[in-house]
Structure formats: structure tokens, C-alpha cells
């Protein structure tokens, strides 16, 4: 099927755009560059026509339009953004999210059996990280899902979960890149103690966000633009005076690293009721709880930096499918729910499914675009299912994920 992406990109410094045109002649690309933070916003749209009169694409003539969604610099991530909802919703088109670690490893050599880890510089002494594999016929794979890290902590956070990241691969190579790898040289020190590759200081472009947003568009992946939305895992930078005076200093999102995903047990259970009731406008009971810990085909998993719970998970296997029952995070978009996620796609493959079913209220727009960048599709309308009180219901979204059971050589 013809199709014509017009991607941005603008996560760092660089401003990026790139005119994907899938034709019955092939695959071309244009792009086009400009250099200077302060401004995209001014930038983006004068450039976007330039493009498309080069290409010689008209504005009715574009598919859908893409956008490195972060994490990376907060002004260019909403600039982007904001751009590729205009665009789109003027157009009447769907925006295509594309995430910008993804996509800076897509810029690397593809090599079956490796893992890439894409480290980003996002100041203050952190990493943006992420995760990623690539296999013939299928693709790239999320292992890792973003999430803000200490510097220091890259080579420990690698060592301690390799092992999850490389279910149904054989003994797989690591190989870290990112421009992360240029700011802090003890990493360069220590990826090569670890015997593990080190690849180019790349970032995302606009072209590797085009060419992955064509792998969503086939695969039926945009969201309506009042959906879409930034990666911004790190969501604040600095403590307010009063919580200094409480002892804290630094930057709050770097002291409660690492997040650990482990089984939910009782002494879980008053910080994810905690949550439930945050979360739930009718939340499920402490027996509820202590109910799905005891049963059979329950996967119940917290998610805790160091010992404080962060959010939550519970999982029913049947014979022939997985299905999400609640998910719950303390605060949302540091990256906490995907890891929850992935942590359960995991779960899923090694149980022998392949499709994961759940519901989420109409309302919830939020949730409803989470699930959908996760790979999600709709499926269809539960009439009348949740309770809102005074004898008002609202419908439930049914939603599904087909997951590739992935088999050990």
C-alpha cells in the first residue's frame, strides 16, 4: 500500500524531519535538518513545507505523520508533539509515536542475537536507557522499556538484568550506544572490562522515526491525535524547599534507582491497596488481593525502588489466553507501567500464550493510548460494564495484544 510519513524529530539539540514515500517503485526518504534548540517551534513547520515541496508531496497527499516521542529534552519533545497533533488533526490523519531510543538504535548495524542498550545523556549526572533486539523477519523487540538511571549505576543495571532482557536467545552479545557513551568516559572504561561492544554515539533521526513509524502504520499502531503524547520518564528535576528541609537534595529522580519487579507478597499489600484506591474509582478489596495470591494462574507482581512500592500488576492465566485483571502505578510516564508490561509479556511467552486480553474504561484516554503504543488494538465495546455510582455505568474498551511465543534454539 502507498503510504507518505512525515516524521519529526527533536529530542536533542537537532531538529530533524524526514519524508517517508512507500511507493510501488520502493522506499525513499528525504530529510531535511536544522541546528539550534531554542528554535524548533519556529523551525518545524516552515521546514515541513520546504520537504514536501521538494518531494513534491502535497499536505492531503500524507498517511499519517510521526514523531520522536522522547525521552530526551523536554521544549523539543512538546514542540514535536504539539506539531504532529496540528498536522494531523488539520489533515484529519492519526499521529504515529515512535520512541526516540528505538530509534537511535535503529540507526546501529542490525545483528541478530544482540542486545542493544541505548544510553543517552540526560544531564545531571543520569541516562536515559533502553533495551532493544532485532531479529530477521520480525524486527525489533522491546527488552527494556525507558527508564532514567545514575551514570554510575549503566554497568550494574546491565549485569543484574541481562538475563530477563534475553529470553529466547542464545547466549546474545551486548552492545552499548548512545551519545552517552561521549559524556561520560568511566562507561567507555567499563563496557570494555565487561567484554561487551561498544557501539556509535548516536541519537535519533528523523529517518530511523520514519522508517519505524511505517512499521506501526502496517501494523494498524496510531493513535487519534488528541491521544498522543511525550516520553518524559524524568518528570521532575529539582526538590521545592520545603521537601529540602525534609532532607532531601539532589535530583529526585536519580537517589530511588534501580526499579526491582519481583512476586507480590503480603507485606506488599498496604502500599498496593494504597495505590488501587488512588487509581480505581471502585478498587479491589485487601481479600481480593489475598485472594489472587493465593490462586492458581494468578501473576501477581509489584514494582519497588528500593523497598518503596511503585506500582503494581496481576495477571490470570486461562487455557487459552492471558488476561491483564489491574495494573497500577504510583505516579505515571517514569516509565514504571511499561516495565510492569513487559515484565508480564515475558511472563505470557514463557506460559506457551500468545494474546493477552484486558478491559479499560472509555473514559480513561490515558490508559487507553498507553495500551495502543504497547501494541494493544481495539477490539470492541463492553456496553454499560463499570460502575460510576448513582446508578450510572460506563462502557469498557476491550483490547488485545497478539504476542509471538518466542521458542529457544
Known sequence: MDAHILALESSSSLCELALLS???????????????????????????????????????????????????????????????????????????????????????????????????????GEVYAGVYAWAPGQGWRVAQAPVLLDAERIADWIDRLAASWSQGMSQPRIQVLGDAVLSFPALVEQVHAKGWLLGPPVRAGAQSVARLALQDLDRGLGVPPELAMPLYVRDKVAFTISEREQGHGGNP??????????????????????????????????????????????????????????????????????????????????????QLLDDGLAWTRSQGLDRIVLEVRVSNAGAIAFYRSMGFQMDGVRKNYYPLGNGQREDAVLMSLVVPVKVAP
Open 22 to 124: 512507500r511507493t510501488q517503485d520502493g522506499v525513499r526518504v528525504c530529510e531535511i535538518a536544522h541546528e539550534g534548540t531554542g528554535d524548533h517551534a519556529e523551525r518545524l513547520l516552515p521546514m515541513a513545507d520546504q520537504l514536501l515541496a521538494q518531494a513534491g508531496v502535497e499536505r492531503r497527499a500524507l498517511t499519517a505523520i510521526a514523531f520522536g516521542q522522547g525521552p530526551g529534552g523536554f521544549t523539543g519533545l512538546r514542540v514535536a508533539c504539539g506539531v504532529a497533533q496540528g498536522m494531523a488533526f488539520a489533515l484529519g490523519l492519526s499521529v504515529l509515536p515512535v520512541s526516540s531510543l528505538l530509534a537511535a538504535a535503529a540507526r546501529a548495524q542490525e545483528q541478530d542475537n544482540m542486545l542493544y542498550v541505548v544510553v543517552q545523556d540526560a544531564r545531571m
Open 253 to 338: 529522580s536519580a537517589g530511588d534507582q534501580p526499579l526491582i519487579i519481583e512476586a507480590m507478597r503480603a507485606e506488599h499489600l498496604d502500599a498496593v491497596l494504597q495505590i488501587e484506591r488512588q487509581v480505581q474509582t471502585h478498587p479491589w478489596t485487601s481479600g481480593n488481593f489475598a485472594d489472587g495470591l493465593a490462586g492458581a494462574g494468578y501473576y501477581a507482581r509489584v514494582a519497588h525502588r528500593q523497598g518503596v512500592v511503585q506500582g503494581f500488576a496481576v495477571w490470570l492465566a486461562a487455557p487459552d489466553v492471558m488476561q491483564l485483571l489491574l495494573i497500577g502505578v504510583q505516579a505515571q510516564r517514569r516509565g514504571v507501567g511499561r
